[in-house]
């Protein structure tokens, strides 16, 4: 099966279909970062715009590291970039960066819905790297990419979510996708950041309770994800940190209460002693350093999959002889 | 794109035969099986390298190690093969350092092919030893590689394709010459 | 003279609906009688067409002065009378803010310069619509505003609302608030629901709405004060505004066509043009807002009309201005939705244009001998497309770009004159 999509704007517009093809793909990227020789040349020549409007370190490095070891050069845009804070508008700089002609451009951005904007304006790929509370589709792919690593498969797993679920895209995203392999979901967090209308994300097939509670949520979870507390995001007034943890860490006595089986996922980065006790972070459940290469592997997956072709495509194929 | 068979060079036994003089050539170019293994250029490559592997056991009693190589990463016009390349896994399950490393493919063209699968396996470690075992050749080089064992060498003109076809992938054994119509 | 031959005549205020002529003398209506002859009278053919007093606004905005990149007096009241309205009441949140007298004298010699239909500027509440000081209501009154609002922004207190609503109790205006609990709203972009929390965008609560009207209804109990809520958007807060009504308070209301027609989730792929305030609410309030449109619980339909430059507008979601224009659709949307569907009747439908508003302001609006000569022609039945890039706005913000509709505005007369036919 090929890649039938232009842009990765969220994981809501894929089929099963194509997310099992991206995730396939994924492994012999995944193989690559066993290589003494990571550097390939596959898609040298090509450049890749990473244009991140809101502050990141991780995902900027795996989206960088990933085009570099395919060989392709990266445009970097930053957001304590003078440029921004000279009040250009977003249209702009996109703009700005397209006339420099790279192959597609990796954005991250505190409104939800700015790719799908900028994608209107731009002939080029458009990959979301987290829009707003929107979604942030690679790191649904590579949680997906690590369970099915760890537990052998995606269908059917009771899925527990910790944390500010409302304000969460890697929680929207996660949903969209394991939602499409029929989970059941638990969303866990402090009332305020759970309201009704989440369990009307659920896609067809699969389920989602809410739970204030977390000892009742992680029972029979197959996958406990934690999410970090975003202090940034909050307009409310924030929930002091003692009431957090208080109800809400993952500690080891709590993780207990799930199946021994059970895998422990965090988006990162982490705030040991938060929303994770230490123990839980670097026990052998625990997931988050595989989560990071996979991070990689999927990237450079998507990279791959989305300009590793024709830049028209229009052009036929060639029949290739060898 | 259609083609029209214009021959068929090799049938099953053949192809049977050549394997098997090939699998002598490379044990006795390289005296004995040590440090030898096999890495078979998907996707055909791979099963001529597993049939050669059977066969040096059969002769020899030794178990040379197999490894497949995709080598779609390494290709030099990856945006002539198909709107969309794919990517499969490599599976080289063994140390190349300090190996001899016998490149199999059914068949040398350009010689680009073997220049990506190189690159490759360069990624993975130092191989003491690159050799090339094929089943057919058909000339038409653009790159200075030579095979180091040939099945068969074949002339053919720019129109004209080799088409393997092996029991592990199409279901039927045999090489054609077909040529391209418009 | 001008002579409206062949109309069907629909006049709320004497329940007429009959095939009548209109003879128009001046500014005046002189006769309406069945087959008139008035040789040396210009003659317009109103065959197939209703013939209506002419439509009102109570809420729009003209941009002028400050804005005029997005609009002016002059190209808004054009779009206006192309979608049949006569006179237009203009928001007070310009540049400057229309609250002092000086503003508003400006704001109507602009109008008498080049508009093509009535502007009836609406004052401040506050100075500069801040929420702090009381405006210069009296002196605006005399300068010729007809209702006070700090519209663009709700009336900042309770405090404040019960002073201007004394004041203008005594003044005989009626207070126009753009009911919002800015601590419900606060950062919102789009109505809280399901859509909302599935695209990632902040929502706004209906009770934001709901939580300020019933302010306005305790206010208006206490002051005796008439206390209008603009552009009306979900079933709970007309569920206050019909209890007030029953309890013989002077309590009104307005309901936007985009509100009658599209719900939240119509909002796909983060089209701005679908983004105002209040936002598009769920169905069900859709629904509750077009049985009070037809049980009277609402008073009249006014578009707020609120043009905005495509550079404004063609943003990230977040960071677009409130805000559609509408005066062009908004009947033919009223005929679509609320007629056609049989859910109210055509009378009824135009009172909510004429008389509703009227009410409103304390005046009338009738076609009948003697009054003015300010008439909607418009038709039932003809199909027509609206294109956003033949529109009269200068800005092209609106949802309904290439909507087909059936029926619509065919010629708009204003003071005897006819200053629009299609």
């Given at each position: ?23 396939e793909q994924s492994r012999p990227f995944q193989e690559i970062q066993r290589h003494p020789l990571k550097k ?121 979510i910790v944390g500010d679920i409302l304000h969460s895209r890697v929680a929207r995203s996660n949903i969209q ?146 | ?182 | ?300 339909i006014a578009t707020d009309h609120a043009p905005h430059d495509s550079a404004s507008k063609d943003v990230e ?106």
């Amino acid at each position: 099966m090929s890649c039938r999509f232009h842009h990765l704007l969220g994981i809501e517009p894929l089929t099963r279909e194509e997310i099992s093809f991206i995730l396939e793909q994924s492994r012999p990227f995944q193989e690559i970062q066993r290589h003494p020789l990571k550097k390939l040349a596959t898609l040298r020549g090509k450049t890749v715009a990473l244009a991140f409007f809101e502050s990141s370190t991780r995902t900027r490095i795996s989206f960088g590291t990933a085009a570099s070891r395919l060989g392709a050069d990266s445009m970097n845009l930053q957001a304590e970039s003078s440029s921004l804070r000279k009040g250009e508008s977003l249209i702009d700089t996109v703009k700005t960066l397209d006339a420099m002609k790279p192959d597609c451009i990796v954005m991250r951005h505190t409104s939800s819905g700015s790719p799908h904007f900028v994608q209107q304006h731009l002939q080029i790929p458009v990959i979301n790297a987290g829009d707003g509370t929107h979604e942030h589709p690679t790191q649904a792919l590579l949680d997906a990419l690590t369970i099915l690593d760890r537990k052998g498969r995606l269908d059917h797993l009771n899925v527990t979510i910790v944390g500010d679920i409302l304000h969460s895209r890697v929680a929207r995203s996660n949903i969209q996708l394991l939602g499409k392999f029929g989970a059941r979901f638990t969303l866990c967090g402090p009332a305020m950041w759970l309201p009704r209308e989440l369990e009307t994300l659920a896609p067809l097939g699969s389920s989602i309770r809410r739970v204030s509670n977390i000892e009742d949520a992680v029972r029979d979870a197959d996958i406990v994800m934690v999410l970090r507390v975003q202090q940034e995001r909050l307009h409310e007034p924030a929930l002091p940190l003692e009431e957090y943890i208080l109800l809400y860490q993952l500690t080891p006595e709590r993780l207990r209460l799930a199946p021994s089986d059970a895998i422990v996922m965090h988006p990162g980065p982490m705030i040991r002693g938060l929303e994770i006790d230490p123990a839980v972070a670097d026990c052998p459940q625990s997931c988050v350093l595989e989560q990071v290469t996979n991070g990689l592997a999927v990237r450079m997956a998507l990279l791959f999959l989305l300009i590793g072709g024709p830049h028209d495509e229009s052009k036929e194929a060639l029949h290739a002889a060898d | 794109m259609r083609v029209v068979e214009k021959s068929q060079l090799m049938a099953a036994a053949e192809i049977d035969r050549t394997l098997s003089r090939l699998a002598h050539e490379i044990v006795e170019r390289n005296s004995g099986t040590a440090g030898l293994s096999l890495v078979g250029i998907r996707r055909r490559g791979v099963p001529l390298s597993e049939r050669l592997a059977r066969a040096i056991l059969a002769m020899d009693g030794s178990v040379i190690p197999v490894g497949i190589l995709d080598i779609t990463l390494y290709r030099d016009d990856l945006s002539l093969v198909a709107p969309q390349p794919v990517v499969h896994s490599s599976d080289i399950p063994f140390s190349v350092d300090g190996q001899v490393l016998v490149l199999v493919d059914d068949v040398l063209y350009t010689g680009r092919t073997v220049r990506a699968a190189m690159n490759g396996l360069f990624d993975l470690g130092r191989p003491k030893r690159i050799e090339l075992c094929v089943l057919i050749d058909r000339g038409h080089r653009e790159l200075p590689i030579e095979a180091t064992f040939v099945g068969r060498h074949v002339q053919t003109s720019d129109t004209e394709i080799i088409e393997v076809r092996l029991a592990e992938i199409d279901h039927e054994e045999r090489v054609m010459l077909v040529e391209r119509v418009s | 003279m001008l002579l409206i031959k062949n109309g069907r005549v629909l006049d709320p205020s004497s329940r007429t609906d009959a095939a009548l002529d209109v003879l128009l003398d001046g500014d005046r209506i002189a006769q309406v009688a069945p087959g008139i002859t008035a040789p040396g009278a210009e003659v317009l053919d109103a065959s197939g067409l209703i013939v209506a007093p002419g439509f009102m606004d109570l809420h729009c905005h003209l941009r002028e002065p400050g804005e005029d990149y997005k609009e002016t007096i002059e190209t808004g009241t054009r779009a206006a009378a192309r979608g049949g309205f006569t006179a237009v009441c203009c928001m007070p949140n310009t540049k400057p803010v229309n609250d002092s007298a000086s503003v508003t004298r400006g704001i109507l010699e602009r109008a008498a310069a080049g508009a093509s239909v009535r502007v009836w500027p609406i004052g401040a509440a506050s100075l500069g619509s801040k929420g702090e000081a009381l405006a210069e209501i009296a002196a605006m009154k005399s300068a010729g505003i007809v209702a006070v609002s700090d519209d663009g922004r709700p009336i900042a207190s309770a405090k404040l609302l019960r002073q201007v609503m004394d004041y203008c109790n005594s003044l005989g205006l009626p207070v126009i608030d753009h009911c919002e609990d800015a601590s419900l709203s606060a950062g919102g972009v789009m109505r809280e629901g399901p859509t909302s929390v599935r695209m990632g965008l902040r929502g706004i609560p209906a009770c934001a709405e709901s939580i300020a009207v019933a302010r306005g209804v305790q206010i208006a109990a206490l002051t005796g004060g008439h206390f209008h809520v603009a552009h009306l958007s979900c079933r709970e807060s007309l569920d206050h505004v019909r209890a007030a009504k029953a309890s013989g308070l002077r309590v009104t209301c307005e309901v936007t066509p985009h509100h009658f027609t599209l719900t939240d989730e119509h909002i796909t792929n983060y089209d701005t043009r679908l983004k105002m305030n209040p936002p598009l609410a769920s169905r069900a309030d859709r629904d509750a807002l077009i049985a009070g449109l037809a049980d009277g619980s609402v008073d009249c339909i006014a578009t707020d009309h609120a043009p905005h430059d495509s550079a404004s507008k063609d943003v990230e979601f977040d960071k677009a201005p409130f805000g559609i224009t509408g005066f062009e659709t908004a009947l033919a949307l009223a005929l679509g939705k609320l007629v056609h569907t049989n859910k109210l009747s055509l009378l009824r439908m135009v009172e909510l244009f004429t008389t509703g508003p009227a009410g409103i302001l304390g005046i009338a609006r009738t076609v009948s001998a003697g009054a003015t000569a300010d008439l909607t022609l418009f038709s039932t039945g003809h199909a027509w497309t609206f294109r956003a890039a033949d529109s009269a706005s200068k800005s092209r913000n609106t949802p309904f770009d290439g909507a087909a509709f059936t029926g619509g505005p065919m010629a708009t007369i204003v003071a005897g004159k006819i200053v629009w036919k299609r």
